[in-house]
């Protein structure tokens, strides 16, 4: 029978699905952090809301440099589960929190060093000053979140993510109580606004850590996988094998994002009303596309699993099943983007140019979402496979090389504004998914993986 047969596919997909399904339901939980931001800062105002957009975008460089870092602790303890290897999984989980810190800390310095200079990123003066408190904070939460990556990571490569999605969701919902309480001075305590949103943010996130860890201590489950001292000197080989594997992880992430990053400084410099629209517009793409992240997230684990066990001939059922649920899904969302832009814009923002120009970009967002969820899922089923550093060039090209360029073209030579920036970012993630899918068919060939 072909390993592609119809059983083959159902079978792998349904378990990959199972998977899945509380991996997608994490990463929405965790976006919700930034969407019910979003909401709760923009009823302050477009100013606000601008600084916060502003803000996070710099710091969506670091974070994605520490989610890829973490990413290699889901690889390595993916692999270890199917060989066995205990001791293997506790040092990807011991030394991917040491990396953690490390990233977090230097993202505090680099703050620290970018607050004099935020003016001269090219936006409107009352954004820059608004965003510099809010951004120092916003910085020293990135050493928790990271943190709480690497073991989520490691529940998640265990087959047990649902205990790590609870507590998420649990600092998910303290997050947006405590918005309340510090944003808008509730139970007396003062009405700190756009910096009362960074305190709650940071609190969440170190309280989601120290449950995180908690609980996978004590877990009858994966409790006897996680380390046993985690305070032990680094251990060389374990930092040398995930940074291996997580350092040019990192690198795609930070090329596609890094893309996001310049093309968001760009719409800044149009005006604050372009900016605010298209944190609007690129928070509803984000919470969309954390399904296809979720989808990925688990063709890592299996693709990992069976490559540690060295069942080859799984590898092309579990990759196709996993491409056709992105498809699926895509066709549904982008649906629904198609169908009520203006709607989905209207949650967030009530002024008639910004409302305008984030109804456009979510048209736009519409029609990149399959490119986006093609190239995610083929990026983490290579990853499964130790196949990181060719991914991470060709992102690297994708983005820098056609992405911006045709973008800044677009934009500003043929005037679509914001508009332009995304299609621009849409055509290098056709081209990132069509090179990737092409490069993960011939890994998974069955005369390759034999």
Same mark, same amino acid.
């Given at each position: 029978?072909?390993?592609?047969?119809?059983?083959?596919?159902?079978?792998?997909?349904?378990?990959?699905?199972?998977?899945?399904?509380?991996?997608?339901?994490?990463?929405? *939980?965790?976006?919700?952090?930034?969407?019910?931001?979003? @909401?709760?800062?923009?009823?302050?105002?477009?100013?606000?809301?601008?600084?916060?957009?502003?803000?996070?975008?710099?710091?969506?460089?670091?974070?994605?440099?520490?989610?890829?870092?973490?990413?290699?602790?889901?690889?390595?303890?993916?692999?270890?589960?199917?060989?066995?290897?205990?001791?293997?999984?506790?040092?990807?989980?011991?030394?991917?929190?040491?990396?953690?810190?490390?990233?977090?800390?230097?993202?505090?310095?680099?703050?620290?060093?970018?607050?004099?200079?935020?003016?001269?990123?090219?936006?409107?003066?009352?954004?820059?000053?608004?965003?510099?408190?809010?951004?120092?904070?916003?910085?020293?939460?990135?050493?928790?979140? !990271?943190?709480?990556?690497?073991?989520?990571?490691?529940?998640?490569?265990?087959?047990?993510?649902?205990?790590?999605? $609870?507590?998420?969701?649990?600092?998910?919902?303290?997050?947006?109580?405590?918005?309340?309480?510090?944003?808008? *001075?509730?139970?007396?305590?003062?009405?700190?606004?756009?910096?009362?949103?960074?305190?709650?943010?940071?609190?969440?996130?170190? !309280?989601?850590? %120290?449950?995180?860890?908690?609980?996978?201590?004590?877990?009858?489950?994966?409790?006897?996988?996680?380390?046993?001292?985690?305070?032990?000197?680094?251990?060389?080989?374990?930092?040398?094998?995930?940074?291996?594997? =997580?350092?040019?992880?990192?690198?795609?992430?930070?090329? #596609?994002?890094?893309?996001? +990053?310049?093309?968001?400084?760009?719409?800044?410099?149009?005006?604050?009303?372009?900016?605010?629209?298209?944190?609007?517009?690129?928070?509803?793409?984000?919470?969309?596309?954390?399904?296809?992240?979720? !989808?990925?997230?688990?063709?890592?684990?299996?693709?990992? #699993?069976?490559?540690?066990?060295?069942?080859?001939?799984?590898?092309?059922?579990?990759?196709?099943?996993?491409?056709?649920? /992105?498809?699926?899904?895509?066709?549904?969302? %982008?649906?629904?983007?198609?169908?009520?832009?203006?709607?989905?814009?209207?949650?967030?923002?009530?002024?008639?140019?910004?409302?305008?120009?984030?109804?456009?970009?979510?048209?736009?967002?519409?029609?990149?979402?399959?490119?986006?969820?093609?190239? !995610?899922?083929?990026?983490?089923?290579?990853?499964?496979?130790?196949?990181?550093?060719?991914?991470?060039?060709?992102? +690297?090209?994708?983005? $820098?090389?056609?992405?911006?360029?045709?973008?800044? +073209?677009?934009?500003?030579?043929?005037? $679509? /504004?914001?508009? =332009?920036?995304? $299609?621009?970012?849409?055509?290098?993630?056709?081209?990132?998914?069509?090179? @990737?899918?092409?490069?993960?068919?011939?890994?998974?060939?069955?005369? +390759?993986?034999?």
């Amino acid at each position: 029978m072909s390993s592609l047969s119809k059983q083959a596919l159902l079978t792998e997909g349904r378990t990959t699905l199972q998977l899945a399904f509380p991996l997608v339901a994490g990463q929405l *939980g965790q976006m919700l952090v930034g969407l019910s931001d979003t @909401l709760m800062i923009g009823q302050l105002g477009v100013v606000p809301l601008a600084a916060a957009t502003f803000a996070n975008t710099i710091l969506y460089l670091p974070l994605m440099f520490g989610i890829g870092m973490t990413m290699a602790v889901s690889i390595r303890v993916s692999q270890a589960r199917g060989a066995e290897d205990v001791q293997m999984a506790r040092e990807a989980l011991r030394n991917g929190l040491f990396i953690a810190l490390v990233v977090g800390l230097l993202s505090v310095v680099l703050a620290g060093v970018l607050i004099p200079f935020l003016h001269l990123f090219g936006q409107e003066p009352e954004v820059a000053a608004a965003a510099d408190r809010y951004f120092l904070i916003c910085a020293v939460s990135m050493i928790p979140a !990271i943190g709480s990556m690497a073991v989520k990571n490691h529940a998640d490569a265990m087959n047990h993510p649902w205990p790590a999605f $609870w507590i998420l969701l649990g600092g998910v919902l303290l997050n947006v109580f405590l918005n309340w309480v510090l944003i808008w *001075g509730k139970f007396g305590a003062p009405a700190l606004g756009l910096e009362g949103a960074a305190i709650a943010t940071l609190v969440s996130r170190l !309280i989601s850590l %120290a449950v995180l860890v908690s609980w996978s201590r004590s877990s009858r489950t994966i409790g006897e996988w996680v380390p046993r001292h985690w305070f032990k000197r680094p251990h060389g080989p374990s930092i040398r094998s995930l940074v291996k594997v =997580g350092l040019p992880a990192s690198l795609q992430l930070l090329a #596609e994002v890094s893309a996001f +990053v310049v093309a968001t400084m760009i719409i800044g410099t149009i005006s604050k009303e372009a900016l605010a629209s298209h944190q609007v517009a690129i928070t509803c793409a984000a919470t969309v596309f954390m399904v296809p992240l979720g !989808i990925s997230m688990a063709l890592t684990v299996r693709v990992g #699993e069976a490559w540690g066990a060295k069942t080859y001939e799984r590898l092309r059922p579990i990759v196709v099943s996993g491409w056709l649920l /992105g498809a699926v899904f895509t066709l549904f969302s %982008a649906s629904a983007v198609l169908a009520f832009p203006g709607t989905i814009a209207g949650w967030f923002l009530d002024e008639p140019e910004a409302l305008a120009v984030a109804t456009a970009l979510l048209l736009v967002s519409a029609a990149f979402q399959f490119s986006d969820a093609m190239q !995610i899922l083929s990026m983490g089923a290579l990853r499964g496979l130790d196949d990181v550093s060719g991914p991470a060039w060709i992102a +690297v090209f994708a983005y $820098w090389v056609v992405s911006l360029p045709v973008g800044a +073209v677009l934009a500003f030579g043929l005037d $679509w /504004g914001a508009s =332009g920036m995304w $299609w621009g970012i849409t055509l290098g993630l056709t081209l990132t998914a069509v090179l @990737l899918g092409r490069r993960l068919w011939r890994k998974t060939a069955p005369r +390759v993986a034999a």
